[in-house]
């Protein structure tokens, strides 16, 4: 059985920066690409960044430039490295596996 488990998420200032942390079991998570995802109050969930097997990268525009994902394969967990956090980036934030999620961090800037 698949699992997924965030953290990392928390209450940062404009500016500030968080690295979320995605730990998987349950697959050979070396072979599968792995994606973050966020949802917003209000809004649908929207997809935020993936990174494949071979360790490439992707990401939607609104964070490109501030976010990095990467992955450590020996520990199957991926991370989301948030920089430059806006008010904007406040949401509950999913890592996703083959359509399995994990339970989400909260991610919260605010002056």
């Known amino acids: 059985q698949v699992q997924l488990v965030e953290s990392g998420g928390g209450s940062v200032q404009p500016g500030g920066s968080l690295r979320l942390s995605c730990a998987a079991s349950?697959?050979?998570?070396?072979?599968?690409?792995m994606r973050w995802y966020r949802q917003a109050p209000g809004k649908q969930r929207a997809w935020v960044s993936r990174?494949?097997?071979?360790?490439?990268?992707y990401y939607v525009d609104s964070v490109t430039g501030r976010f990095t994902v990467s992955r450590e394969d020996a520990k199957n967990t991926v991370y989301l490295q948030m920089n430059s956090l806006k008010p904007e980036d406040t949401a509950v934030y999913y890592c996703e596996v083959d359509n399995y999620w994990g339970q989400g961090t909260q991610v919260t800037v605010s002056s």
């Open positions: 990174i494949t097997s071979l360790g490439n990268t």
């Open positions: 349950g697959l050979t998570f070396s072979r599968h690409d």
